[in-house]
């Protein structure tokens, strides 16, 4: 199966046209954060989601934990898809499916430990896919991704093999270990943001060693 894959801490119209371009099937799009790179205002979302075409996903990364503040934010920005960069409680899940029918849920699990195992099983039921990632939001500033760290990715391929939902695997990623984290964990899509960056901008050269990486680690 091909691995897709989701360019993340889109910026400008321009980064989102480029991501596409090289085959992107998800743009990510992140909304205020409590750190990490990326954030953009709620305005150039709102333009950069407009003008994505069909077959591609517009994913918000919100770390809002309450539903009315999340179905408010997808009213403003029209996306298409909901990362939730926190955990949330079971209750937000029923009010995002019933008051915005047709949109994607993707909740984020930090892969800190074992613990995530349990996690990833307790919120699958209730989502369209699950993003691994090596965030830390026990710590007194929360980190909810962008860290440019990877994780242990024999809990993640565990994770992948016990729940029943699509994974996408981010943290850390490049073109120089993405082949091995594809042919460990096996997931549906791999997620990357600033492994395809150099000093911020999207880098074209290590857009396209990491398209090309991807395209290898799933060839036959």
Request: net charge neutral.
């Amino acid at each position: 199966m091909k691995v897709r894959v989701k360019i993340c801490c889109i910026s400008s119209l321009e980064e989102a046209r480029l991501a596409i371009s090289y085959g992107a099937s998800a743009i990510g799009l992140v909304s205020a954060m409590p750190s990490g790179p990326g954030p953009i205002p709620e305005e150039l979302i709102t333009e950069i989601a407009a003008t994505i075409p069909p077959g591609v996903s517009s994913f918000l990364l919100t770390s809002k934990q309450d539903a009315a503040s999340i179905i408010e934010q997808q009213r403003r920005t029209r996306v298409n898809a909901l990362q939730l960069a926190d955990a949330v409680p079971l209750e937000t899940y029923r009010d995002l499916r019933r008051e915005l029918p047709g949109i994607a849920l993707v909740q984020v699990v930090h892969v800190t430990g074992d613990q995530a195992i349990g996690e990833a099983q307790r919120v699958a039921p209730y989502v369209n896919a699950v993003l691994l990632d090596s965030g830390n939001p026990s710590l007194a500033v929360k980190e909810l991704g962008g860290t440019g760290r990877t994780h242990d990715w024999r809990i993640s391929r565990r994770i992948r093999d016990e729940v029943e939902v699509p994974i996408f695997l981010a943290g850390g990623l490049r073109a120089e270990n993405v082949t091995d984290a594809i042919r460990l964990v096996k997931p549906y899509a791999v997620d990357v943001c600033s492994g395809v960056r150099t000093n911020g901008p999207l880098d074209q050269r290590k857009l396209r060693r990491f398209f090309d990486q991807v395209e290898s680690a799933t060839e036959p």
